[in-house]
T-cell receptor
Framework: NAGVMQNPRHLVRRRGQEARLRCSPMKGHSHVYWYRQLPEEGLKFMVYLQKENIIDESGMPKERFSAEFPKEGPSILRIQQVVRGDSAAYFC????????????FGQGTRLTVV | KNEVEQSPQNLTAQEGEFITINCSYSVGISALHWLQQHPGGGIVSLFMLSSGKKKHGRLIATINIQEKHSSLHITASHPRDSAVYICAVGGANSGGSNYKLTFGKGTLLTVNP
């Protein structure tokens, strides 16, 4: 049973381009969470999704960021028109259910905007 | 003041020493997590606890809900334990999810041989 898979591990984008970060949850997991770790800062919650639903996106920047978790395929975190301040490590985690079940984290995608 | 405070920020120990990392929080929580992150690496969930104490190998985590405090202990520390240890709390009003987490800034542990 593979763990949570994130790809790419490293992504370089020029300012103004789009970044797509993928997260494949563990088999049997239908809940996905995205977090961002800015340089020299702690992790911050971004969004919580279940299959085909956004449950809580209170941590998402209001513009340029979106997330989805379709019925088939990985969860996607999309950043449009990237700026230097988007450079960070983006982690996802997945769990079988929300609430009190354990979540497993991916290796992260390190986005660098040049 | 951050909602989740960890101490110390940095900790250097000799192999074999007993390690304690502390976490204090100021909000009502549904669960507290201890996570491990190696430099440039992914995040590993070590413990999720809402009361009492949990043990896994050389790692022990305790929580005191009344005092809003948790500790992570490492017995017989080893250089491979060198990592950042992060405390995170899931708020009581997080809509049923323990993963709308508020994170501490982490404790960088270095264990020298």
């Amino acid at each position: 049973n593979a763990g949570v898979m994130q790809n790419p591990r490293h992504l370089v984008r020029r300012r103004g381009q789009e970044a797509r970060l993928r997260c494949s949850p563990m088999k049997g997991h239908s809940h996905v969470y995205w977090y961002r770790q800015l340089p020299e800062e702690g992790l911050k919650f971004m969004v919580y999704l279940q299959k085909e639903n956004i449950i809580d996106e209170s941590g998402m920047p209001k513009e340029r960021f979106s997330a989805e978790f379709p019925k088939e395929g990985p969860s996607i975190l999309r950043i449009q028109q990237v700026v230097r301040g988007d450079s960070a490590a983006y982690f996802c985690a997945s769990s079988q259910q929300g609430g009190s079940t354990e979540a497993f984290f991916g290796q992260g995608t390190r986005l660098t905007v040049v | 003041k951050n909602e989740v405070e960890q101490s110390p920020q940095n900790l250097t120990a000799q192999e074999g020493e007993f390690i304690t990392i502390n976490c204090s929080y100021s909000v009502g929580i549904s669960a507290l997590h201890w996570l491990q992150q190696h430099p440039g690496g992914g995040i590993v969930s070590l413990f999720m606890l809402s009361s009492g104490k949990k043990k896994h190998g050389r790692l022990i985590a305790t929580i005191n809900i009344q005092e809003k405090h948790s500790s992570l202990h490492i017995t017989a520390s080893h250089p491979r334990d060198s990592a950042v240890y992060i405390c995170a709390v899931g708020g009581a009003n997080s809509g049923g999810s323990n993963y709308k987490l508020t994170f501490g800034k982490g404790t960088l542990l270095t264990v020298n041989p």
